[in-house]
Each structure stands twice: as structure tokens, then as C-alpha cells.
């Protein structure tokens, strides 16, 4: 099969809900690796892409979390607080504004120098999101709130300070399930920019 082909065909959408954003259902042929389209249906739940940044200190050599209640987490058999790095979704801002914003929002740190690590797709199956990743070094200084995130939003966010070996041992023992905030603390390691 030549890449420049088309490999979807015939797409058909049905809006299922627009209640909180959009889960589509959609039918199309696709193209097999063989040559001969197959029918094919999914459903596409469509957030808008975002951003996430992972506050660092090499000195301190500590890293900025969250901790939150998640629904979606809670009701698959968890307790529901899962401990993050700061996000959010882009709406009408760039990756690099919205970090920002989240930051302060959530950790209540006014951060400046932004490394973007990555682009992912956390749930490609049936999830459009693409995660804009980033890591900021921070200071004391650079906490201008409390942080805790936006009431009117319906946020209850606890800011945690960890030792960077604190956090990578919570990914051994399952403290920290998030896949972007695991993604991130790896990245961190492997870096070199922290004490292991």
C-alpha cells in the first residue's frame, strides 16, 4: 500500500453527546494493509487537546504535584485523588500559555522557562486528546499563591512538594497511577537533571 493513499473512506458521523464535550459514532471504511477496505465503526470522544507541566528544582531536587478528585478514576475501583503534574486543557490558548496559566492555577507558581519534552496521544482507541508534555524548573520565590486550582471550575487541588526519589518511588509502589505525570517523573530520571 502506497502511504499517500487515503486509508479512510466513506466516513458517516452521528452525534451521540454534547452534554459535558462530544462523543461522536462513526462509520467509514478503512484500507488494510492488504489493499481491500473494511467497514468500520468507533465512537470518538472529543475534549480538545492540552497541556501538562512538571515543576522541578534541581537544588532541592523536588518536584511540584497535585492531588485531585477524578470521577472517571473513581468509579473504575479507585479512591478517586490522583496525585498529577499541573494540566489542563488548551481551549483557546497555545501549550506554552495554558502551562503557564495551569501552573499558577493549580500549584500557585508563576513559572518562566518551559522545556517542551513531548507530544501524546494518552488514549488513542477512542480519545482524540493530543497532550502537549513540558517540565519547568521553579524557585521558591516563583510561588506567588496557594495554588488549589479554580472553585468555579469545580477544583479542590492540594499542592504537594516531593523529593524527586519520593516520586519516583510512589510510580513503583502505585501511589501515582497517571500516565502523563509518570511520563514526566521518567523523564525527569532519565534526563539527568535529578539526583537518583
Known amino acids: 500500500m502506497n ?4 486509508v479512510v473512506r466513506n466516513i458517516k458521523e452521528k452525534l451521540l453527546s454534547d452534554n459535558w464535550y462530544v462523543l461522536k459514532k ?4 478503512l484500507r488494510r494493509r492488504d489493499g481491500v477496505w473494511q467497514p468500520q465503526s468507533r465512537e470518538a470522544y472529543d475534549r ?3 497541556a501538562a507541566v512538571l515543576l522541578y528544582n534541581q537544588t532541592k531536587n523536588s518536584v511540584v504535584l497535585t492531588r485531585q478528585f477524578r470521577f472517571p478514576v473513581y468509579i473504575n475501583g479507585h479512591n478517586g485523588f490522583l496525585i498529577e503534574a499541573a494540566a489542563g486543557l488548551l ?3 497555545s501549550p506554552e500559555e495554558r502551562i503557564v496559566a495551569e501552573a499558577q492555577e493549580e500549584t500557585g507558581y ?3 522557562d518551559a522545556e517542551k519534552v513531548f507530544e501524546t496521544y494518552m488514549s488513542p482507541g477512542s480519545v482524540t486528546e493530543k497532550l502537549y508534555l513540558f517540565i519547568a524548573h521553579y524557585e521558591d520565590h516563583q510561588r506567588t499563591s496557594e495554588g488549589g486550582g479554580l472553585a468555579e471550575e469545580g477544583e479542590d487541588i492540594e499542592v504537594l512538594e516531593w523529593p524527586f526519589e519520593r516520586a519516583l518511588a510512589a510510580i513503583r509502589s502505585g501511589e501515582i497511577e497517571d500516565a502523563k505525570t ?8 532519565l534526563s539527568g537533571k535529578m539526583k537518583i
Open 3 to 6: 502511504k499517500d493513499e487515503p
Open 26 to 29: 462513526f462509520d467509514f471504511e
Open 182 to 189: 509518570i511520563m514526566l517523573i521518567q523523564h525527569l530520571a
Open 91 to 93: 481551549d483557546d490558548s
Open 48 to 50: 480538545g487537546n492540552g
Open 110 to 112: 508563576h513559572i518562566t
